[in-house]
């Protein structure tokens, strides 16, 4: 059967495009209704005081954000027909929630449970569902429709021409939504439960990332005052990245998520300043979850065993209680595994009970206050002070990597000589302050201080791009989620660090989620078939386990791979962005890392302006210069790739090379331009 698409363009009927046109307008009325209402409160009376009132205002200021209605953003993008059940019913699928001024629904929000059939109702399984009809936008105003009658056996099973357009529709600007475009495997991720922890394994052009900010979003909807009152956090790998998809939250009316990467995360928990940069080894030993008993024993290793006996003076009365019975009370503090700033303040009130059990001996009835006040004793305070001391988590990191003695005590048995070696400071700092810290070292810092005081936890943590990350940093996002959930996102093949994770089982049980469960996404909607055809050729030398993405694009021409001449590879790779400038879209310049300053310098000399990653494109300026390391979960409509050689041998070793060439290979939405003048890659070798 052919598909049923109605544009004013072609066949033009108008009177059903203009009831929907109709129903539209009416809904962004209704909408600007809804808005006004909220500015229009009065909180003057209803508030007992100024602190009520200005909590109260923050919620209507947020409430009246959320209300905006975005010119360029649908209303609503699909409409369901339902059978009767006992009578038939009609709702139009959108972003948010709309009622008009009796309160009746003109918009659906997507995410409650009666949309849920716009996205997993097909022929064989029409949950009810008669008609599926779909929307095309122009610039913000409804152009076409497109209908699938579910309950038709004579309708095939077809793809959606309006789905198609709009997931291949052209990308300038930061990230958007998919809320329109949403497949039954990505809704069935998006609508898992806040109490579970999932982790999508997902390649290239899967939309995975979309899918971990659509699932916070279904979660604030499903779960708002939970959520609102122990926070969501999504981290992603830099901060050209946050940038990137940092519009598509506030798209959906979600405005109080918080949007970081693992180094801000750290160095504003801890307070150090990242000056330094760590070579290879050192972060990968830095990194190592070996490094969590290391601390563990540092923190340790200031508690010392009483040797004299505590006094305590209470008016004419001495109570002492002797080194062995103190000992006890410091070994049972240290085996109850209880964090050291806990315990430290356990130890004088233990000290006390042992003062007030003597009293109670000798006839005295002491009560709370007498406890109290003999914890707060100058003779307890001296023993505490003595026997268990605070600890500076800076100062303690500081000293394990500039004193060998130290490290060499606590890393007993777990570190070798060499490893000791390579992480030690050649050159001591003076002071936490004056310290190069690295982003390993802040890591360490944040460890040391979760064993000095708990770090507190989050509802939900969205952890994207997570392959990248090393044992230790998994640790420190799992302390934020230790008693809520997550959703971890990533990709095996594009784990380019030397400490990339080997397997999901190993980085969930890091995090602390090892019962998680594992999602694999490899039907690729972004990435044209053509295209990831050529990068899946790396599959077998950097991810042999992993399945080959597949995609449901086939765009035939997609790909070009050309061969140039040494002295004239910058020159052939300006022509090609030129070429792609005269495409729709935003264009994006990949190369080594290296060679990213000649080509910034030939591009301005071709008068091509050009962008740095994470600024917004726009119709004046459509592109973007890559450096290959920045380029992971970036999209472009046209990729100009140069030299995949540079892109290798910018990387300490080949597997983790070939990995940011999978990478780079993968960015392209439409079309990707192949440029070099050195021997491609041996598994890309043999023509496109």
Known sequence: MPSHVHDQQTDRPTDPLERERAHLTASRTALRAMREDVEALDIRDVTANWVNAEALQHQIDARVAALADLADTPLFFGRLDLAPDPEPARYYIGRRHVHDADGDPMVIDWRAPVSQPFYRASGRDPQGVELRRRFGYTGGELTAYEDERLTDPEEAERVSALLRREIERPRVGPMRDIVATIQPEQDEIVRTGVEGTVCVQGAPGTG???????????????????????????IGPNRSFLRYIEQVLPALGELSVRQTTVEDLVTADTGVTVRGVDDPEAARIKGDARMAEVLRRAVRAGVTMPTEPCVVVRGSRRWRIPAYELEEIVRELLDRGIRHGAAREALPRRIAHAVLTRM????????????????????VKAQVKAVWPEVDPARLVLRLLSDADFLAECSEGILTDEERKAILWTKPPRGVRSAAWSVADAVLVDEAGDLVRRTPSLG???????????????????????????????????????????????????????????????QGFRVPREVIAYASRLLPHIAPG????????????????????????????????????EREGSIGLIAADARVPALAAALNAAGLPHLAPGTETDADARLTLVPATLAK????????????????????????????????????????TVVHAAPLPEPLAGGA
Request: glycine content about 8%; proline content about 3%; overall charge negative.
């Open 208 to 234: 995975k990332t979309a899918v971990g900010l659509h699932r916070v979003a279904y979660l604030l909807y499903a779960h708002r005052e939970r959520l609102a009152r122990s926070g969501t956090l999504v």
């Open 360 to 379: 109670e001996r000798a006839g005295e009835a002491p009560d709370d206050r007498v406890q109290d006040a003999v914890a707060r004793n100058a003779a």
């Open 460 to 522: 939900h943590v969205v952890l994207d791009e997570a392959q990248d990350l090393s044992p230790m940093q998994y640790r420190a996002v799992g302390r934020r989620c230790a008693t809520g959930s997550a959703t971890i996102l990533g990709d095996l093949a594009q784990g380019t660090t030397p400490w990339a994770t080997a397997s999901w089982a190993e980085a969930l049980s890091h995090l602390g989620k090892p019962d998680a469960a594992v999602e694999e996404l490899t």
């Open 546 to 581: 992993l399945s080959e993405a597949t995609s449901i694009r086939d765009a035939a021409g997609s790909l070009r791979v050309r061969s140039a001449r040494v002295e004239e590879l910058t020159g052939a790779v300006v022509d090609a962005c030129r070429e792609a400038l």
């Open 633 to 672: 979960g970036l999209e472009y409509d046209h990729v100009v790739l140069d030299e995949p050689a540079a892109v290798v041998d910018g990387e300490p070793d080949e597997r983790t090379g070939l990995r940011r060439l999978y990478v780079a290979l993968t960015r392209a939405v439409s079309g990707l």
